[in-house]
Each structure stands twice: as structure tokens, then as C-alpha cells.
């Protein structure tokens, strides 16, 4: 079984930036961040294939958000810039879609998930 433990969340004030990791247990797995807030359905962020090359964006995420990944170290990165209060969500890590344009943005599609890390972005 594919292990996956998120951090780097925490409070941030808003216009700051914050880079959350996914350490896995091993990185030849395609890999996402989704993300949800209190109330509300957990939705996409970012994914991305097991090397590297192509990378996916949800529409809300595009320009702020910047998914990478470092397979040396098993780890996946979000980088977020200009937080703002409506970033704020537990933010998940996953991984081991088949990653095609139907199927990435997908919460049934991963078979593999993280704990979560808490983004809060104060005004």
C-alpha cells in the first residue's frame, strides 16, 4: 500500500504564500491536491503525472497554484501564492489515478490518500 503524509499547512496571512509537501512512500505514482472547506464537497486543486511532465489545474487554482514534484526525495509540492481567505481548507494529498483529461479532476479516481494539512488564510 502506497503511503502518502502531507504537511506545510498552518496560518498564513493573506497576500503570504505557503508550499505544502506530500512525502510518499514511493514516487511512480500519478499524484494530486485536492482540497476542502468546512461545509463543503472536497474539490480538485492540482495533479500531476508520475514524472513530472504534465500537470493538470483546476480553473479556481490556475496562476496562484504551482504543483511539482521531486521523485530524489518521493515528494510533491503545492506552492500558493497571494493566499487569500478563500483558500483556507484542508488540503489532501493522492495518488494512484490513471491520469487522463476525463479522470484527474476526480475524487474516484485515486486509490490512495493523506491525512489532510490545514491551510488558514486571515484578512
Known amino acids: 500500500q502506497l503511503q502518502l503524509v502531507a504537511s506545510g499547512g498552518g496560518l498564513v496571512q493573506a497576500g503570504g504564500s505557503r508550499r505544502l509537501s506530500c512525502v510518499a512512500s514511493e514516487s511512480t505514482f500519478n499524484m494530486a491536491w485536492f482540497r476542502q472547506a468546512p461545509g463543503q464537497e472536497r474539490e480538485f486543486v492540482a495533479a500531476i503525472n508520475w514524472n513530472g511532465a504534465i500537470t493538470y489545474y483546476a480553473d479556481s487554482a490556475k496562476g496562484r497554484f504551482t504543483i511539482s514534484r521531486d521523485n530524489a526525495e518521493n515528494t510533491m509540492y503545492l506552492q500558493i501564492d497571494s493566499l487569500k481567505p478563500e483558500d483556507t481548507a484542508a488540503y489532501y494529498c493522492?495518488?494512484?489515478?490513471?491520469?487522463?483529461?476525463?479522470?484527474?479532476?476526480?475524487?474516484?479516481?485515486?486509490?490512495?490518500w493523506g491525512q489532510g494539512t490545514q491551510v488558514t488564510v486571515s484578512s
Open positions: 493522492a495518488a494512484g489515478a490513471v491520469l487522463t483529461t476525463t479522470t484527474y479532476y476526480k475524487i474516484d479516481s485515486y486509490k490512495y
